[in-house]
Structures are given as structure tokens and as C-alpha cells.
């Protein structure tokens, strides 16, 4: 049984049963897509512990920052019943949400000095034609979704002033990396 997001249901591809694909877990997900569309590969073969590290990095030093500031505002763009377990499932996995971030400013800070320990990582491949915006140079990857993933979370629970000012930290790096990836990014 699937009980985690993201899942897809992929109804032109049949399981041995006969009935469509369906799959949960991020990186099968991701495996099972490359294999099935192998035109554009997100995970571009012998880069998976590359893309699983990176993976392990960002989370590390910018999404364990970020969540106790994300978490709180979720129930704000939820329906009733999904605010109701969203808010009952949250507080009994990680504790009160309410309790979940005592000093935003000092939160903020944290994840502003991850942010930069990404760029720092990015900047490793050379400056010049926007060769520090994607972890694969000229290559669009998983890890570049890892990233945009707590940027466009941001979108749907921070305002836009803030959005702003994130988008603005490392000389402007997260509003052009958004920018470039914008047709893929378009929240529906
Ligand atoms: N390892 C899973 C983790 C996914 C996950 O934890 N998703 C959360 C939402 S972001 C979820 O569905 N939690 C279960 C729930 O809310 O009932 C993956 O990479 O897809």
C-alpha cells in the first residue's frame, strides 16, 4: 500500500497483473522514470552516489534548517480535512508544530549559511557560464531538484518578501537557478 507522497500512477505502462504502474518513494520513482523515458535522464548514468550525496548534503546544511520554519505555515494552504491531519500527523511524528520554531530570526540565519554552503559547492565547478547554477554543469539533474524543491515549498508558504529576499542571497544565485528552471517549476 502506498502511504507516502510523492506516488505516480503511470497508465501507459502495465504491471505484470495487468493494472498500471504505481509507485511511492522519491528515488524509485526518479529510476523508474529514467528507465521508462530515457530521453532526458535526471540521474545521468554512474552519477547516483554523486546525485545521493548531494542529496544527503543539501538536507543536511539547508532542509533540517528550513522545515521547523515550513512546517507550521502547511496547515495555511491545506482544505479542513487535510489541515486536521496534517496538523494531528505532524504533531505526533515531530511535536508541536507551534513549538516547532522559537526564534525565526535566528532559524532564518541557519538557513541562510546553508544556502551559502550550497552556492560554495556549486561555485567548485567554475563561475563562468552559469556553471555554479546546476551541480552538472549544462545538465539538468536530480540534485538541482533537491535544491529547487525548498525553493518552490517556499513559494507556497512564505511570503513573496521573503521569497525575494531568499531568491537574492549569493549574489541572486536561488532567483536565477528558479528562473532558469521555470517551465519546469510552474506550480499547477
Ligand atoms: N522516502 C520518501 C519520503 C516521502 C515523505 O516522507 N513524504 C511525506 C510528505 S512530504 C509523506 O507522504 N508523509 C506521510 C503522510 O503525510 O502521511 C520519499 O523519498 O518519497
Given at each position: 500500500m502506498i502511504s507516502t507522497l510523492p506516488m505516480i500512477r503511470d497508465p501507459t505502462q502495465l504491471a505484470s497483473d495487468g493494472k498500471p504502474i504505481v509507485l511511492a518513494e522519491s528515488y524509485a520513482i526518479i529510476k523508474y522514470l529514467d528507465r521508462t523515458y530515457p530521453d532526458k535522464p535526471v540521474i545521468p548514468e554512474g552519477t547516483d552516489a554523486l546525485q545521493t550525496a548531494w542529496m544527503k548534503f543539501v538536507w543536511t546544511v539547508v532542509v533540517s534548517k528550513i522545515s521547523p520554519i515550513y512546517l507550521p505555515r502547511?496547515?495555511?494552504?491545506?482544505s479542513e480535512r487535510a489541515k486536521e491531519y496534517f496538523i494531528r500527523t505532524r504533531n505526533e511524528w515531530l511535536g508541536p508544530l507551534d513549538k516547532m520554531c522559537p526564534d525565526e530570526d535566528k532559524a532564518w540565519a541557519e538557513v541562510e549559511e546553508g544556502f551559502s554552503q550550497v552556492a560554495a559547492a556549486l561555485d567548485v565547478n567554475g563561475v563562468e557560464e552559469g556553471r555554479n547554477l546546476q551541480v552538472i554543469p549544462g545538465q539538468t539533474s536530480y540534485a538541482d531538484f533537491v535544491v529547487l524543491g525548498v525553493l518552490l515549498w517556499g513559494q507556497t508558504v512564505i511570503s513573496q518578501e521573503k521569497l525575494d529576499e531568499i531568491r537574492n542571497w549569493n549574489g541572486g544565485r536561488w532567483g536565477k537557478i528558479l528562473d532558469m528552471h521555470k517551465d519546469l517549476t510552474r506550480i499547477v
Open positions: 502547511g496547515p495555511s494552504i491545506l
